[in-house]
């Protein structure tokens, strides 16, 4: 305010008597007194003027900063309006797509986006989603569907597929033996003229828009059974609508965002992209109480396979008590559709370069993924470790809330399993009981810091080794007699039908009837009978209760078990020394369970329902539990079947792949 | 009748005038109590203006932060410097107003706060709304160092700072990441091609010319120029702590290539010495950090550390350095307790003192003493059978801070130098049969010990 201090000294003032002896002085010096007075109007003018910039000044900064404050409102619409006008002018995209026996193509404006010339793969109708703004690949299908089912698939797929999407569509070698009516109809309804009567060996191209216009259709007719269609090119154009157009309207928040940035990059994820009601991608499960795990990092181990990991993450960020922060998605390789899932869901997502092959790629990308997570939480003690192709239960972290001090303080354990390879539906039936078990299930398991960094981590098999990560874990060497906890009714789901070790066949026997917890908070009731010695007291304790079975009955005979409920029950099987399964093996095979390899056992001990009954099976002589054998029971021995050569090669390969 | 006129426009114009000035200390005061001063600051621009400037904006940053529920907090160390002064003062009125504007007034360029990395999530709302406030900001991203030492992992980039500007005042924000060996780090500030230089002055920065390493502080919330901040439970001994807190990452790229050349032992006895030298060395640090004595990775510790991030296979010890001014009569004492019994005490304080702990499994924990000269800086060996004197000489050094094992150890931070100096230009080559009379580079022969001192000099257990 200094600088306006000398106003006020200025100013002809009311004391006039000053006023009038100083005007009468200087009237003689009429010319110095006018100088005097229009000086004085001239600092009074510039005072004025001063003051008004001031105020105006003054005033406008206001007003800035109350536009500032306004066009916090104005901004996002503004920054989302001006990109789309530049886009609005319509381009148009050459499309070709070649339709043979032995290769098909597509090439979208001259790149190729899908060639398939590989002996004895890719049979069947490929199917192509193009962005119809920006003629980018969304997605890439193939279905087989000369083989059973696979048109079902193609169904749901195209179902899933937003209206305005631009369609191709190709047929390699045959794709029309199991294409049924519901199939063909779809087709039809997409505006194919010759989809209803496609026929054995025919070849077959087509462009089109979902709901909407056809681009284009060729066809070749097989002339006889044994040849195949004339190989077809269709050649056409398709018209470019403006994002504006090809875009959902979802309110502009930080997860439709990422929803949106999802959408407009990849299709086939059905209703997480739908414009009218869209599904949530964030789902808020409730909070565990006194949660032991929240701080546990989360190591998701992915590979190509996005839809798996998509539905994978749904469960897993569903699950009562998830921390996502604590949350990393490694995948194996620079593949662009799994980021954009973990993306999608608001995670953190690594890719690591793939290194070795098959299991041994598998196994230096496990490693990778672990020293990574115990670098980026070097707090944690513990990681729980999960794959791309698992559902999780609800309750998966409760359930390691209330084991996990186990872990930390019994030395005699290897690990904690969400996974019961005996669990299946006929032979779980409490969700609150835990085993220990001798063999290391994976599937959703916690490792301890200690054990992977001093023991594991510097003997990790090396790319060179063929190794699967896993079989190498359940080495003695490894696993130096260690146990893992496990719960009786599996705390994950193996969904996974494609993958390296992986069939559709396999996973139907082994995988597709294991029973899959699905109650929320429950109690755990024998936690602390899981100690290394209170587990020995607690088994001596049913087996003390349990009632011996019929040994003259055929154990694989329903009737073996009598019709009760709650019941504990105990069969000897003949075991000769610690590795002599034979018997047990064949007791596998009847009960429809694991048989590939010994699971789940405990000092020649299995324990399993049958019949909502507690059902214990002691290996004689080699368990330790043999001497409760009543001295008038012969332990029960099974023959393994005469010798096929390639029954026991199956196994071998076979029992790799759990994992 | 012209005079009465002239008389009446003075008039009007004088009362103009005053009414002016009414508008003018009404809005001065309309400004002061409503509006934090930027505003008013940006017309007057004068230098009391940007006191409150600086204030306003730290209190509006403050505000911001709380209101996303991030936790910071001040490690400026300027305002830490002043309060640590008045440290008693400020701690025992957490919430009493003050009377003066103290610390948040001096006019300066920034002022500088900590994150926890772990503490919040990336929220892109965050910056949404501190533009919206009328903040400028700008991020610092690099590669993520924890997973750098990791092959093919494609590089993860990471926050390493922000910059909050807002009128003539910017917020530094440094953030801190939890690594192994429990401490924290921060990254160094490096600009990328495309970025303001100008945006603020950068070289004034205190944070951010190297990467630093820092244990976790214990905090403490206090009221300062009454705006609550967290600051370190005790300011000095972090002013302390920054002051020598620049930070080496081991070269891992550099241990890649080594690697390839000469593929890393992985037989179990290997695998076996590594990790019985690891927990050596995690107890000795253990023991020495309790004492307060500063050591740091020397010889083939230290070789392991600069060319391979790791513990050379086939050398039998672990091997420190500790200047000699840092001795402490507890070291043995302490090492014995820790269950480390002496095995060797050679040469005295005076000269050449070097001791040797027997560790678990047969390791060896060798502690050499550092002397320091005009130009160089010594450590002492002795042969026993002979009383034959070694000096092994080093250019000087200063230490840094570096992750090895999973512990947050000193190294010289002139590591190339010290590596030098004892393993000469060949160092890069793994070498298995090393004497150290006659094989390091540095050594010189220095005399005899008087044979009545040998029972003193000489101590084998």
Same mark, same amino acid.
């Given at each position: 305010?200094?600088?306006?201090?000398?106003?006020?000294?200025?100013?002809?003032?009311?004391?006039?008597?000053?006023?009038?002896?100083?005007?009468?002085?200087?009237?003689?010096?009429?010319?110095?007194?006018?100088?005097?007075?229009?000086?004085?109007?001239?600092?009074?003018?510039?005072?004025?003027?001063?003051?008004?910039?001031?105020?105006?000044?003054?005033?406008?900064?206001?007003?800035?900063?109350?536009?500032?404050?306004?066009?916090?409102?104005?901004?996002?619409?503004?920054?989302?309006?001006?990109?789309?006008?530049?886009?609005?002018?319509?381009?148009?995209?050459?499309?070709?797509?070649?339709?043979?026996?032995?290769?098909?193509?597509?090439?979208?404006?001259?790149?190729?986006?899908?060639?398939?010339?590989?002996?004895?793969?890719?049979?069947?109708?490929?199917?192509?989603?193009?962005?119809?703004?920006?003629?980018?690949?969304?997605?890439?299908?193939?279905?087989?569907?000369?083989?059973?089912?696979?048109?079902?698939?193609?169904?749901?797929?195209?179902?899933?597929?937003?209206?305005?999407?631009?369609?191709?569509?190709?047929?390699?070698?045959?794709?029309?033996?199991?294409?049924?009516?519901?199939?063909?109809?779809?087709?039809?309804?997409?505006?194919?003229?010759?989809?209803?009567?496609?026929?054995?060996?025919?070849?077959?191209?087509?462009?089109?828009?979902?709901?909407?216009?056809?681009?284009?259709?060729?066809?070749?007719?097989?002339?006889?059974?044994?040849?195949?269609?004339?190989?077809?090119?269709?050649?056409?154009?398709?018209?470019?609508?403006?994002?504006?157009?090809?875009?959902?309207?979802?309110?502009?928040?930080?997860?439709?965002?990422?929803?949106?940035?999802?959408?407009?990059?990849?299709?086939?994820?059905?209703?997480?992209?739908?414009?009218?009601?869209?599904?949530?991608?964030?789902?808020?499960?409730?909070?565990?109480?006194?949660?032991?795990?929240?701080?546990?990092?989360?190591?998701?181990?992915?590979?190509?396979?996005?839809?798996?990991?998509?539905?994978?993450?749904?469960?897993?960020?569903?699950?009562?008590?998830?921390?996502?922060?604590?949350?990393?998605?490694?995948?194996?390789?620079?593949?662009?559709?799994?980021?954009?899932?973990?993306?999608?869901?608001?995670?953190?997502?690594?890719?690591?370069?793939?290194?070795?092959?098959?299991?041994?790629?598998?196994?230096?990308?496990?490693?990778?993924?672990?020293?990574?997570?115990?670098?980026?939480?070097?707090?944690?003690?513990?990681?729980?470790?999960?794959?791309?192709?698992?559902?999780?239960?609800?309750?998966?972290?409760?359930?390691?809330?209330?084991?996990?001090?186990?872990?930390?303080?019994?030395?005699?354990?290897?690990?904690?399993?969400?996974?019961?390879?005996?669990?299946?539906?006929?032979?779980?039936?409490?969700?609150?009981?835990?085993?220990?078990?001798?063999?290391?299930?994976?599937?959703?398991?916690?490792?301890?810091?200690?054990?992977?960094?001093?023991?594991?981590?510097?003997?990790?098999?090396?790319?060179?080794?063929?190794?699967?990560?896993?079989?190498?874990?359940?080495?003695?060497?490894?696993?130096?007699?260690?146990?893992?906890?496990?719960?009786?009714?599996?705390?994950?789901?193996?969904?996974?039908?494609?993958?390296?070790?992986?069939?559709?066949?396999?996973?139907?026997?082994?995988?597709?009837?294991?029973?899959?917890?699905?109650?929320?908070?429950?109690?755990?009731?024998?936690?602390?009978?899981?100690?290394?010695?209170?587990?020995?007291?607690?088994?001596?304790?049913?087996?003390?209760?349990?009632?011996?079975?019929?040994?003259?009955?055929?154990?694989?005979?329903?009737?073996?078990?009598?019709?009760?409920?709650?019941?504990?029950?105990?069969?000897?099987?003949?075991?000769?020394?610690?590795?002599?399964?034979?018997?047990?093996?064949?007791?596998?095979?009847?009960?429809?369970?694991?048989?590939?390899?010994?699971?789940?056992?405990?000092?020649?001990?299995?324990?399993?329902?049958?019949?909502?009954?507690?059902?214990?099976?002691?290996?004689?002589?080699?368990?330790?539990?043999?001497?409760?054998?009543?001295?008038?029971?012969?332990?029960?021995?099974?023959?393994?079947?005469?010798?096929?050569?390639?029954?026991?090669?199956?196994?071998?390969?076979?029992?790799?792949?759990?994992? | 009748?012209?005079?009465?006129?002239?008389?009446?426009?003075?008039?009007?114009?004088?009362?103009?005038?005053?009414?002016?000035?009414?508008?003018?200390?009404?809005?001065?005061?309309?400004?002061?109590?409503?509006?934090?001063?930027?505003?008013?600051?940006?017309?007057?621009?004068?230098?009391?203006?940007?006191?409150?400037?600086?204030?306003?904006?730290?209190?509006?940053?403050?505000?911001?932060?709380?209101?996303?529920?991030?936790?910071? +907090?001040?490690?400026?160390? &300027?305002? =830490?410097?002043?309060? !640590?002064?008045?440290?008693? /003062? *400020?701690?025992?009125? #957490?919430?009493?107003?003050?009377?003066?504007?103290?610390?948040?007034?001096?006019?300066?360029?920034?002022?500088?706060?900590?994150?926890?990395?772990?503490?919040?999530?990336?929220?892109?709302?965050?910056?949404?709304?501190?533009?919206?406030?009328?903040?400028?900001?700008?991020?610092?991203?690099?590669?993520?160092?924890?997973?750098?030492?990791?092959?093919?992992?494609?590089?993860?980039?990471?926050?390493?700072?922000?910059?909050?500007?807002?009128?003539?005042?910017?917020?530094?924000?440094?953030?801190?990441?939890?690594?192994?060996?429990?401490?924290?780090?921060?990254?160094?500030?490096?600009?990328?091609?495309?970025?303001?230089?100008?945006?603020?002055?950068?070289?004034?920065?205190?944070?951010?010319?190297?990467?630093?390493? +820092?244990?976790?502080?214990? &905090?403490? =919330?206090?009221?300062? !120029?009454?705006?609550?901040? /967290? *600051?370190?439970?005790? #300011?000095?001994?972090?002013?302390?702590?920054?002051?020598?807190?620049?930070?080496?990452?081991?070269?891992?790229?550099?241990?890649?290539?080594?690697?390839?050349?000469?593929?890393?032992?992985?037989?179990?006895?290997?695998?076996?010495?590594?990790?019985?030298?690891?927990?050596?060395?995690?107890?000795?640090?253990?023991?020495?950090?309790?004492?307060?004595?500063?050591?740091?990775?020397?010889?083939?510790?230290?070789?392991?550390?600069?060319?391979?991030?790791?513990?050379?296979?086939?050398?039998?010890?672990?091997?420190?350095?500790?200047?000699?001014?840092?001795?402490?009569?507890?070291?043995?004492?302490?090492?014995?307790?820790?269950?480390?019994?002496?095995?060797?005490?050679?040469?005295?304080?005076?000269?050449?003192?070097?001791?040797?702990?027997?560790?678990?499994?047969?390791?060896?924990? !060798?502690?050499?003493?550092?002397?320091?000269?005009?130009?160089?800086?010594?450590?002492?060996?002795?042969?026993?059978?002979?009383?034959?004197?070694?000096?092994?000489?080093?250019?000087?050094?200063?230490?840094?801070?570096?992750?090895?094992?999973?512990?947050?150890?000193?190294?010289?931070?002139?590591?190339?130098?010290?590596?030098?100096?004892?393993?000469?230009?060949?160092?890069?080559?793994?070498?298995?049969?090393?004497?150290?009379?006659?094989?390091?580079?540095?050594?010189?022969?220095?005399?005899?010990?008087?044979?009545?001192?040998?029972?003193?000099?000489?101590?084998?257990?």
């Amino acid at each position: 305010m200094d600088e306006w201090k000398p106003n006020p000294a200025i100013k002809p003032h009311k004391k006039r008597s000053w006023y009038l002896a100083w005007k009468y002085k200087l009237m003689n010096q009429r010319a110095l007194r006018k100088l005097c007075q229009t000086g004085a109007v001239l600092f009074l003018l510039v005072t004025v003027i001063v003051n008004i910039k001031l105020i105006l000044d003054t005033r406008r900064a206001a007003y800035e900063e109350e536009e500032e404050s306004a066009q916090d409102y104005d901004d996002e619409m503004l920054n989302v309006e001006v990109p789309r006008h530049p886009v609005s002018n319509k381009k148009v995209l050459d499309v070709e797509v070649y339709s043979s026996r032995s290769k098909v193509y597509v090439a979208v404006d001259g790149t190729t986006v899908l060639e398939d010339e590989a002996r004895e793969q890719g049979r069947g109708i490929h199917v192509i989603v193009l962005n119809q703004a920006t003629g980018h690949v969304m997605a890439k299908r193939v279905f087989d569907t000369y083989s059973p089912h696979e048109d079902e698939a193609m169904v749901l797929f195209l179902n899933m597929v937003a209206r305005g999407r631009i369609l191709i569509f190709t047929i390699k070698d045959e794709g029309s033996f199991h294409l049924k009516d519901t199939a063909k109809n779809v087709l039809k309804s997409l505006g194919s003229q010759v989809a209803p009567f496609l026929s054995w060996r025919d070849m077959w191209t087509f462009v089109g828009k979902k709901g909407g216009e056809v681009y284009g259709e060729k066809h070749a007719k097989s002339p006889a059974l044994s040849t195949w269609g004339d190989p077809v090119l269709l050649k056409t154009e398709v018209h470019l609508t403006s994002v504006e157009d090809a875009e959902c309207h979802w309110p502009d928040t930080e997860l439709n965002r990422r929803r949106k940035r999802f959408c407009s990059k990849v299709e086939g994820y059905g209703s997480v992209c739908s414009c009218k009601d869209p599904t949530p991608i964030e789902f808020n499960p409730d909070p565990l109480k006194d949660n032991k795990v929240f701080d546990v990092p989360v190591a998701v181990i992915a590979g190509n396979r996005p839809n798996y990991l998509y539905r994978m993450l749904r469960s897993l960020l569903s699950a009562q008590g998830v921390n996502p922060q604590m949350i990393t998605v490694f995948i194996d390789g620079y593949y662009e559709e799994p980021m954009d899932v973990v993306e999608l869901f608001g995670l953190s997502g690594i890719q690591h370069t793939p290194i070795s092959i098959k299991n041994a790629r598998v196994s230096q990308h496990y490693k990778a993924s672990l020293t990574a997570t115990f670098n980026l939480f070097p707090d944690a003690k513990f990681a729980v470790v999960l794959e791309e192709d698992l559902d999780i239960s609800v309750d998966f972290f409760s359930f390691l809330s209330q084991s996990i001090h186990l872990l930390e303080e019994d030395e005699s354990l290897y690990c904690i399993s969400a996974w019961n390879d005996q669990g299946y539906e006929h032979t779980a039936e409490d969700p609150s009981l835990l085993y220990r078990v001798e063999t290391m299930p994976g599937l959703g398991w916690v490792l301890r810091k200690s054990l992977y960094k001093d023991e594991l981590e510097p003997k990790w098999p090396t790319p060179e080794k063929l190794w699967d990560w896993d079989m190498w874990m359940r080495m003695p060497e490894q696993r130096k007699g260690r146990e893992c906890i496990i719960p009786d009714i599996s705390r994950s789901y193996h969904f996974g039908i494609v993958g390296l070790n992986m069939n559709g066949y396999f996973h139907e026997a082994y995988f597709k009837k294991h029973k899959f917890n699905t109650v929320p908070n429950v109690q755990l009731k024998n936690v602390e009978s899981l100690r290394k010695d209170a587990y020995e007291t607690e088994i001596h304790r049913l087996l003390g209760e349990a009632e011996v079975l019929d040994h003259s009955k055929n154990p694989c005979e329903d009737s073996f078990v009598p019709d009760t409920e709650g019941r504990v029950y105990v069969m000897f099987i003949r075991m000769e020394q610690e590795a002599d399964f034979a018997t047990w093996t064949q007791l596998a095979k009847c009960l429809h369970i694991w048989d590939l390899d010994v699971r789940g056992n405990h000092k020649g001990l299995w324990r399993l329902f049958r019949k909502k009954n507690h059902f214990l099976v002691v290996g004689v002589p080699a368990s330790p539990y043999s001497s409760k054998k009543p001295s008038s029971v012969t332990p029960i021995y099974m023959e393994p079947p005469a010798k096929e050569e390639g029954a026991v090669a199956v196994p071998a390969v076979a029992a790799a792949e759990q994992t | 009748m012209q005079k009465i006129n002239k008389n009446a426009v003075l008039a009007l114009l004088s009362l103009t005038s005053l009414v002016f000035l009414l508008f003018q200390l009404y809005y001065y005061k309309f400004y002061l109590s409503q509006k934090n001063g930027a505003v008013f600051s940006k017309v007057r621009g004068s230098q009391s203006g940007q006191d409150s400037t600086r204030w306003h904006v730290v209190r509006k940053f403050l505000g911001l932060l709380s209101s996303h529920n991030i936790p910071v +907090y001040l490690i400026d160390p &300027l305002i =830490l410097g002043l309060v !640590d002064k008045d440290f008693e /003062q *400020i701690r025992s009125s #957490p919430d009493g107003p003050s009377p003066e504007c103290k610390y948040f007034c001096a006019p300066r360029d920034f002022t500088t706060f900590a994150l926890l990395d772990k503490t919040w999530k990336h929220e892109v709302d965050l910056f949404r709304t501190a533009e919206k406030m009328g903040f400028q900001w700008l991020k610092i991203i690099n590669k993520d160092p924890r997973l750098d030492g990791m092959d093919d992992l494609s590089g993860i980039e990471i926050p390493l700072h922000y910059i909050f500007k807002l009128a003539s005042h910017a917020i530094h924000l440094v953030v801190f990441y939890e690594r192994s060996g429990n401490y924290l780090w921060h990254g160094p500030l490096r600009l990328k091609q495309h970025m303001d230089r100008k945006f603020v002055p950068f070289r004034k920065l205190h944070f951010g010319r190297y990467p630093g390493a +820092y244990e976790k502080p214990e &905090l403490l =919330l206090v009221s300062i !120029d009454d705006l609550k901040v /967290q *600051i370190p439970k005790n #300011p000095s001994s972090f002013l302390e702590e920054m002051s020598h807190s620049r930070f080496l990452e081991c070269r891992y790229r550099e241990a890649r290539a080594f690697f390839q050349l000469y593929p890393d032992d992985a037989s179990l006895d290997a695998v076996e010495f590594r990790k019985k030298a690891k927990s050596l060395l995690h107890l000795a640090a253990l023991t020495l950090n309790n004492l307060g004595v500063n050591f740091w990775l020397s010889s083939g510790t230290c070789l392991g550390w600069y060319r391979q991030c790791n513990v050379i296979p086939h050398s039998k010890d672990v091997d420190l350095g500790v200047f000699i001014r840092d001795y402490k009569t507890d070291i043995i004492p302490a090492f014995q307790k820790a269950g480390l019994p002496l095995k060797h005490k050679f040469g005295k304080v005076e000269d050449s003192l070097e001791l040797s702990f027997q560790g678990e499994d047969g390791v060896k924990l !060798d502690i050499f003493f550092f002397y320091e000269e005009d130009d160089h800086i010594w450590n002492g060996g002795t042969q026993a059978k002979s009383g034959k004197k070694f000096k092994y000489l080093f250019p000087k050094f200063t230490l840094c801070w570096t992750e090895f094992v999973e512990l947050k150890v000193h190294v010289p931070c002139e590591t190339r130098q010290y590596v030098e100096a004892n393993y000469g230009p060949d160092w890069k080559v793994p070498v298995k049969t090393w004497d150290w009379k006659s094989s390091p580079s540095n050594v010189q022969y220095n005399g005899v010990w008087p044979v009545d001192e040998w029972d003193d000099v000489i101590q084998i257990y």
